[in-house]
């Protein structure tokens, strides 16, 4: 802002430069302080933590630096709010939701920014991001009012049986960075939904998603108390929600490893937990396949968000016979994709979110072109600056690489060949997760036969893309407990209690 003699020049201040970095039209979804009770507030020692822009390495701002105190407040803070939101009507909580959920929507294009900003992923697929985390938001204002009990015939005849559902009460949810939204209005949605109260802790790298969504949240009406956001050390914040008696439910999206510590964590007080872990998902071929659906799929499931989703094909695996066409058809797509900043409409494929997170990419490269892998399109991150991984197709791919063990969570797609049904099922059967599995195959008995012996919660058959509010999403084996989304998802923040009437 120019100044004069008359006027000088008012020094911007740290608030305004930053938001500047985001170009948003409302400015208050830009927070820079954590949301407890109501409140925004610094940490009590007023330590902070930069969060970086992973496309420019830019420092777009900093959120608190909170612990154990503040976590403690913040878990004080929904206790004392749980009663107050559980006794109001299925429909009131169901009208505040859907005032949130509108409000998401029209914030769409600031939030997509911001997103894009912290995250680094396409604003277009960030825009995707955000009406699919409002569509939780809506799902479950309307799953609120379904949430039925049961009546059952008496046992003897001065008797009278009936079941209730009661929300489970205070609510920890512990988010990943690479769908900051949606990850937790999948969970705050049913949450709330249920009548519970919440306590929320981002990831590091993304933080500024969720603070816009509490500022939406307190903009929609939501009791100061029922939806909280901290921000801060992931241990320390962790083990004070774990450990604390107050809080009923963990809810976690986030890496195996982490679940597996948190699951551990809340043992002690016996918490009622959902746990949304680490994927390896193979994405099968067969020989009676449409070949360019195959192909498409495959790119739509690998390469979004750069290849860091849960679901993403982990490990591609294809029948011999089409192996060598299907191989060449993707390679030529997969070196027609762009890489670039995400603000960039024509870019494909943005930056990873760190460099631990390049690193381990590389690594699976690596390993897998000394074992013996060809690359057939792009390669890598060489001639590429910070963080951008170009999308890379290995062929001659075998179970003996460390990929085939490990989620690579980047854009590399290394192609497996398998001979018979039973091979390529159990290749993909060999892993300790089971998030999603897909398959391309045509023959009727054969989608059947191959769906049902894949062991994953999530199976796509002829499609890569499935995610979607209104299904139940979620892993079996190390990939998870519980489900998300569809009515499933309301069920697991709530408590069934059974009443017997002496008459
Ligand atoms: N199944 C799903 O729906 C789903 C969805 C998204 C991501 N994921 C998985 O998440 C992983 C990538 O996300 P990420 O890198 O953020 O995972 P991560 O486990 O490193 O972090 C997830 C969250 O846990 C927190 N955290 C880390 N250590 C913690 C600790 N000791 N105590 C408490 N909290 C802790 C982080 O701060 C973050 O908020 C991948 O494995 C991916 O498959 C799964
Ligand atoms: O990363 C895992 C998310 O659950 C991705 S999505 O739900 O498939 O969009």
Partial sequence: MPGDAKHPRRMETRQERDQKRMKLSNQSLFQQKAYINGQWTDADDGATFDVVNPATGAVLGRVPRMGAAETDRAIQAAKGAQAGWAAKTAKERADILMRWHDLMVEATEDLAQMMTAEQGKPLREARGEVAYAASFLRWFAEEARRVYGQTIPGHQADKRLMVIKQPVGVVAAITPWNFPAAMLTRKAGPALAAGCAMVAKPAEDTPFTALALAQLAEAAGVPAGVFNVVTGEPETIGATLTH???????????????????????????????????????????????????????????????????????????????????????????????????????????????????????????DATAKGAEMVAGRGHDGLEGTYFAPTVLAGATREMQFFREETFGPLAPVVRFSDDMEGVALANDTEFGLASYAFVRDLGRVYRIAEALESGIVGINTGLFSTEVAPFGGIKQSGLGREGAHQGIEEYLEEKYICLQI
Avoid: W
């Fill in 244 to 366: 604390s008696g107050d809080v009923r439910k963990l809810t976690f999206t986030g890496s195996t490893q982490v679940g597996r510590l948190l699951m551990r964590q809340s043992a002690d007080t016996v918490k009622k937990i959902s746990l949304e872990l680490g994927g390896n998902a193979p994405f099968l071929v067969f020989d009676d396949a449409d070949v360019d659906a195959a192909v498409d799929g495959a790119i739509a499931s690998k390469f979004r968000n750069a290849g860091q989703t849960c679901v993403c094909a982990n490990r591609v695996l294809v029948q011999d016979r089409i192996y060598d066409q299907f191989v060449e058809k993707l390679a030529a797509k997969a070196g027609a994709l762009r890489v670039g900043p995400g603000t960039e409409d024509a870019t494909d494929i943005g930056p990873l979110i760190n460099q631990a997170a390049l690193e381990k990419v590389q690594s699976h490269l690596h």
